[in-house]
Every structure is written in C-alpha cells, then in structure tokens.
C-alpha cells in the first residue's frame, strides 16, 4: 500500500446553492449537539445535490436522502437532505451515483423533489458534517450568508496529519440469505429485536438487515425497530466479515422461527401476500362533557380520585470533564441500570412478560445508540447529556412510525433512557407516593412504572399516550389492572382528588359523579361479586325454565384451555370452536396430526355427553394467511371468505375435515361451516365429510350444519334445513351483513345492533324454518351473552346458546327464572316493533319486571 503526505486543508464546496445555516442552529438534536460531528448546514434553493469534495462513495442510504464521501485522506463527509427525510423512504429522491463509485468536486449525486420534499418532511436543510472528527484540527466555516453549488468553498478543515491512501485492502466478500417471510403477528417489535440483535453480536461479520430499499444494523435493537418490519414481509440477511457464512445462517434460521415469539414454525419464502398499510388509529372524544374517551388497555370497574403523575425534569451538564472519565460514567451506569433490571424481572411472575425487561436489558448494549452516544462524548459533552439526546433522538423517531406496536416501543426507549440518566446524574427516583383508591392519570407511563404499581392502592390507571398493544398495556392486563390508553389530553387537567369512575372494558373515565352514584356502583359491585357466587354453586344444574322447556348453554371457545375452563363453569359442551387459532399468527398450515391432537384433547375434555361444534377454518379476505397468498380486495368481508376460501382449496378443507372427524369418538361431534350462501356449497361440504368419514371408517354420528351469517341464508333458511342437521346464528356478522354496517367502524359500530327489528326478524325467520324440518338453531353470536337478548331469544324459540365461558354460570341462572310463555309474549311484542330503542327500551324493562 502507498502512503504519501496530504495537504493540512481540505475546501469543501457548496453541494446545493442556499443560505448558509450554523449546524448548531439546525431543529435537531442528533445535529445541533453534533452528535453525528461537526459542519454547516444549507437552506438550499436548488434541488440537485453535488459532491462538495472528491473522493469515493462509501455509503447510499436505502432512503436515498444521505450520502457518505470518503476522501483519499480518509475523511468521511455525510451528506444529509433535510430533517426526517428517511420517513420519505425514497420518495421525491433520485440517485444519480452509485455505491463504490469514485466523484469528482460538483459531480451529481442526488437530485431531489424539493416541493414534495418540504410539504412531508420536517425542513429541507441539509447538513455537510464531517463524521471523522479525530482527523479535523479546526472547522472554518464560510463568512459568506449565501453560497452557488460547486463554486463556493462553504467549509474548511485544518487536518491532523492525515494519510493519501494509495490502495484500499479488499474488503471481505458480502454474503447475503434468500428470502425470509417474517412470522410474528406484530413484525420485529422490541423483544423479537433484541434476540436478534444479541445472536447478531456474537458474530465478528457486519450484519445487516434488509427489506425493499432499507436496511438495518442487526446489532442493533432501534436499527432493527426502525426498519418497521411488518407480519408477513420479506426480508434478507447480509453479513461480511470472517464468519459471514455462519452469521447468515444462525439469523435466517431464527427470523424464519419468529426470533423467540411462538409463530408456528420455520417460515419459507412465499409469494408476497397482500398486506393492508397500518390504519391511524380514530381519535375518539365523547359529546358528554363529563366522559373522557380513550382506548381499552385492560378490563375492569373501579371507582376512586384522579392523581396526576407527572415526572420531573433530570438536569445535566452540557460540558464534560475527560472523555475517558465520562465514557467510564457511563460505563458504571449501563451496568447499575442491568442489574436494576435484573431485579425487576424477577419480581414479575409471568416469564412472558418478564421478557419485557430482557429487551430492555438489551438496548443498554444497543451499538447504535451506544456509538452515538460515545460520538457525543468525543465532542466534549457530558456523559448524562450525550446519553440523553441519543435516547430522545431515537424514542422521537420510532414515535412517528405508522406501525402502533412499534410507535408504542418508543415508550420502551424512554423507560430504559430515564433509568440510566438518572444513575449518570446521581438521582434515586423515589418510589410512587400515591394516595389510597387512585386513578392515576399521566401523559405516559412506564413499564417500569407500571410494574412497580402499588395494587393496594392503585385501583387503575388512563394515559394519553400508548395502546392496547403497549407494554404498559401488557403488564396492566397481566397484573389485573383496569386500563385506559390513549385518553384525551384534557384528562391531564383534571384536578387531583377528583372523584371518577373508570371503565377500562368501555375505554371510557366518567367524571364528576355523584356520592349516589359512587355509592350505587360500589354497591352493584358488592351485589354483584355475591351474586356471581351463587350463580357459580348452581352452575352444574341444567338450564331449564320455570315451565319445563330445557335451553342448551354451550362455550364459544379458541383453545383446549377455554373447553376446560368451561367444562369446570357447567358448560353443557361447545357450540363453537373457532378453529382459525390452529390456522393464523404462524407462517405454514397446520399439519392433520397437529390438528388432530388439539380436536381430539379438546374432545376428551368435554366427555362423550357433550356437544362440541367445530367451526371450519373462517378466514379470508379480511384475515389473510401468510402461507396462503391472496389477491388484494376492495371489500374483504365480501370476497373470498370463510367456505368460499375453503373451496377453493379443497386440500386445505380435505386436511382439516379429516383431523376433525378423528375426534368424534370422544364427543358428540357436529361441524359447522361458515358464510354458506347458497344450496351447492352445502351439498359440496356434505359429499366432503360423507367422502372423509368413509374413507376413515368414522362409525359414530356427525352431525353437519351452517353458520348463518347472511340475509339470503336467513331468509332460505327453511329450504336450507331440509339439507343441513342444525343452524348456529353469527349475530355479530347477520347484523353487518343486514345493515350494511362494518362493525368494526370507529363511527358506525355502535350503530351495528343487533337489536335492529330486520336482523330480529332474520333470527326469528331461521328458527321457524328451522323447526318446520325438526332441525334444532343454535345462536353463538355476542348477544347470546347478552341478559336483556337471552329472553327474547328464547322466545322466539332459540334451541341452543353458546356463550364466552365467564358468561355460562350467568346466562344458565337467568334461563332458569324464565317462562318459556313469557318470553314467547315477549317476541311476539318486540317483533312488531319498528326502532332498536323500543325494542331496547322493552328489554330493558323485561330485566326490570
């Protein structure tokens, strides 16, 4: 290699024509504190970038926004467009020079849509910063207010001695995955990033990963977040270095397996599935001036006074002492910080929450951040200073991510950030001091925070930030903690003291109530906890009215866990086993002996005197698999769907009929196929089954019926029972169906009832024809739960009622104080009705009377 001496200057010129910006004054802290190094910036009123020095391209972001020129000097130059510019992902940018390649002083580098540009980005100034400080003697930057790309010298640097490379080593060879379909329900959130993030730093190779045009550190846990990887998206491993080869298999392997998550198997790579772009979630605001609207975070009723939580602001110095004393501050604090951590895991019980903290154990030996911290301290600044604006600066992006999960790890960053600012500073945060039956009220809280909650006191909690996905969320959940997320911010003015009640299942903190009305709910509370105990000593008694009529009350469950729960409740079997949980959050179908062995162990807990119905697979459109590709749909729930999916892949259907049939020695089994519309699907799945049972040699009765979910099925439904051996009513999806009501819209939903006189008419319908063929109806929708439907339903002569498993107890109590001619009187009235709130208004009285 040839050395020879360079000159102790070196001009850059202006890259883009504009008005020169002191970096220090540039709206980011990353730049203004000079985290990344020292330079300028440009206001520019051009839009084509130029080379401001000669030398070669060392690196092209993915987003196409920043660019790296090292000189022959071995002096890095980065070239970056505007602020949060990498949010754009290549939008409005245009590359006219490639990775590698050598420019000269004024050679294009990147031109730019500098209108597009502006209106979605935070500001258009660019930055020259030299990232290779220790090479710099002295900046000089231009006197001039304005400067002409390529002509004008806009910086200068005195070097420290620096060398001309003559000949560069070869770098070692880059070896790169194939595809790798990623598994995890919610992408590459904090805990799947920080394992693997820590198999990656076992590894001497670089590790990079890759997705479209963007690619991450895989050493680093904010690197790999900020990539906003997505369920189902594809990815690659790249690695260089001397063990590339083995880097590349050990990350493949684990992202394919779910990187530590449960997702059901080593994914391949399969065509790309439709995946629809993350939803903003609504904001919601209540009219009531004395209820607050938020997001459910974690079930439950509590009554107590509002105690604001706010945290206070940690001062540190801007300036440092040496940057071997402040590296080693914070050195010491990284290693406290671990141990606390250490601690609180193990004062969580369930290890799958506890996880939670092994993540954040994991960003305090976050490469990123950790080299931009040690940037910030090699340019002077204070251990507790450097820490913080690199924390901030990482929280803010991930922030803005469209992805709620892994916006919401932002929180995550800040928890961890706070933990280890405040050991730099010296500062022991005390504990929580919070008054008996609190409703904490705070713009965000903690994981940490959260975990560290005093259940006697606390009753339950509402921030203005986070999600039902958040880990505070997760905790809040897991500790029983009635939650609200996401409430609006007027909730921080309430005064402490404030009397409220919050109702974390409805989203909803209710101010302002009366002592009556404290008093009443406290005293419903009561009632109702003795109540649930008397409905639990009865609930092995069989659901028969007061004039002999026997009502079945069966558990629409999702899991061998919830037929056993509901077996120990007197549930008298299954009239809905929604089998799509064998199916979803994996990235291959499950095999006939896996689903074989869930059928049958869910069957054997039931015993041979209950009935279990097993719905069929019930996804499409609206629920994608990610080893089953889709075509994109306008409307999803009306496209391929449910027995029409199923159809149109008779392997699939043939496969899990067959592992459901295996069952029906151990139950009295019936299989239920969802969103039948028309006589050939039901003549198609009965040849299925008559053809499987067959070949199987399956000699115990199996009864075949449908789902009715549509208004053509309903109104069919005495044609369609001369085929099928028993209906089971969809409440949820007939009423959508009927209405023409998404009910899952933020503003229609609650407009979806299905107490509307045309979906009670379609019910009522489907039972009489029904019953003309002897056929019995079953009705596993929500309002089979529901105390005011449960009569009405009865009297419209409803057979069967399958129920969530902690309603069982409940909904058989309530039959057993009903007449079976009362309840017929009852139907008979509402279904004249013409409004749901007469119909409501008469139910309500029914409970009443």
């Known amino acids: 290699m040839n050395n020879s001496t360079q000159a102790s200057r070196l001009d850059l010129f202006a890259p883009l024509s504009g008005v020169v910006v002191a ?49 022959p000097a071995g002096i890095e130059v980065l070239i970056h467009i505007g602020l949060d510019t990498v949010m754009l992902r290549g939008e ?31 500001s258009l100034l660019t930055q020259i910063v030299i990232t290779t400080g220790d090479k710099v003697v002295k900046y000089i930057p231009t006197t001039k207010k304005t400067v002409v790309a390529g002509q004008d010298v806009v910086l200068s640097l005195d070097l420290a001695g620096a060398t001309v490379v003559g000949q560069v080593a070869a770098a070692d060879t880059a070896i790169q995955s194939g595809a790798i379909i990623v598994p995890n329900p919610t992408g590459l959130h904090a805990r799947p990033a920080a394992v693997l993030a820590n198999t990656a730093k076992t590894f001497k190779s670089d590790l990079k990963l890759l997705r479209a045009d963007d690619e991450a550190n895989a050493k680093s846990v904010v690197s790999i977040m900020g990539l906003e990887v997505q369920h189902g998206d594809s990815i690659f491993v790249k690695a260089t270095g001397p063990d590339a080869a083995q880097a590349v298999k050990a990350l493949a392997e684990l992202i394919a397996s779910g990187s530590g998550e449960e997702c059901g198997g080593v994914a391949t790579a399969v065509a790309a599935k439709h995946v629809p772009k993350p939803q903003a979630r609504p904001v919601l605001k209540s009219n009531d001036p004395n209820m607050l609207m938020g997001v459910s975070a974690s079930p439950g009723l509590a009554v107590g006074y509002i105690f604001q939580v706010k945290q206070e602001v940690i001062d540190v110095a801007e300036t440092g002492d040496t940057p071997e004393l402040e590296k080693h501050r914070l050195e010491k604090a990284l290693k406290d910080a671990f141990e606390q951590l250490e601690t609180l895991k193990g004062e969580i019980a369930d290890p799958v929450k506890a996880e939670i903290f092994v993540a954040h154990q994991e960003l305090l030996s976050d490469p990123d951040l950790l080299d931009l ?3 910030g301290i090699n340019q002077g600044k204070s251990a507790g200073f ?8 990482y929280a803010d992006k991930l922030a803005k991510l469209k992805n709620e999960v892994l916006a919401g790890r932002a929180n995550d960053i800040r928890d961890v950030g706070r933990r280890v600012l405040c050991l730099i500073a010296g500062i022991k945060e005390a504990a929580l001091e919070v008054p008996n039956d609190a ?9 940490s925070d959260t975990a560290s909650l ?55 903190l209710r101010l302002n109530p009366s002592v009556e009305e404290i008093n009443n709910i406290r005293e419903r509370q009561v009632k109702l906890a003795k109540r649930q105990a008397e409905e639990l000593e009865t609930a092995f008694e069989p659901a028969t009215t007061t004039d002999g009529v026997c009502v079945e009350v069966v558990a629409n469950i999702g899991g061998l866990e919830e037929a056993q729960q509901s077996v120990k409740l007197g549930g008298e079997g299954v009239g809905l086993l929604r089998s799509e949980f064998l199916y979803l959050e994996r990235t291959n179908a ?26 069929t697979l019930d996804v499409g459109g609206d629920k994608p698999l990610p080893y089953l590709p889709m075509s994109a749909e306008e409307n999803p729930f009306l496209g391929v769907r449910g027995v029409r999916l199923c159809l149109a892949e008779p392997e699939l259907l043939h496969t899990q009929i067959r592992a459901i049939l295996r069952s029906a020695e151990h139950a009295k089994l019936a299989i239920m196929f969802p969103m039948i519309t028309s006589l050939e699907e039901v003549r198609e799945v009965k040849r299925i089954v008559a053809e499987e049972k067959a070949a199987l040699g399956v000699t115990s009765p199996v009864q075949v019926g449908i789902m009715v979910e549509v208004p053509a099925t309903a109104v069919m439904a005495e044609i369609f029972a001369s085929e099928v051996d028993f209906f089971s009513i969809g409440t949820n999806d007939l009423t959508q169906y009927t209405l023409a009501m998404d009910r899952g819209h933020p503003k229609l939903a609650k407009e979806a009832d299905a107490m509307h006189p045309g979906v009670l008419r379609l019910i009522a319908n489907t039972v009489k024809g029904a019953h003309a063929h002897g056929k019995w109806v079953g009705v596993c929708g929500g309002i089979a739960s529901d105390p005011a439907a449960v009569p009405l339903l009865i009297g ?46 008469r139910l309500a009285q029914q409970l009443t009377d």
């Open 23 to 71: 970096i220090e004054s540039v709206p980011d802290p990353v730049f203004a504190q000079k985290m990344v190094g020292d330079g300028v910036s440009i206001d520019p009123i051009s839009n084509l970038l130029l080379a401001p020095v000669a030398g070669k391209v060392t690196q092209l972001h993915s987003s196409k926004h920043a660019i790296t020129i090292t000189t």
């Open 92 to 122: 409005g940018f245009t590359i006219k020079a490639t990775e590698g390649s050598e420019v000269k002083v004024g050679q294009p580098l990147i031109e730019f849509n500098a209108d597009l540009v502006a209106r979605k980005a935070l």
């Open 373 to 375: 911290v040690s940037v």
């Open 386 to 393: 450097a820490w913080r604006a690199a924390f901030t600066s």
């Open 439 to 447: 409703i904490l009220i705070a713009e965000d809280l903690t994981p």
């Open 454 to 508: 005093d259940r006697n006191k606390v009753l339950g909690f509402c921030t203005v930030g986070g999600g039902a996905t958040s880990h505070v969320a997760i905790l809040a959940r897991s500790l029983n903690i009635p939650a609200i997320c996401g409430i609006e911010e007027i909730a921080l003015q309430l005064a402490n003291g404030t009397p409220v009640i919050l109702e974390g299942s409805k989203g909803c």
């Open 590 to 615: 499950p095999t006939e002996a896996e689903q074989d062995k869930i059928y049958s162990d869910i069957a054997k807990s039931l015993g041979k005197d209950r009935t279990f119905v097993v719905r």
């Open 796 to 841: 419209m002569g409803v057979d069967e009622l399958s129920v969530s498993v902690p309603a069982i107890p409940a909904v058989k109590a309530l039959v057993r104080k009903l007449s079976k001619a009362d309840c017929q009187q009852l139907a008979a009235e509402v279904l004249q009705m013409g409004t749901v709130a007469e119909v409501r208004a």
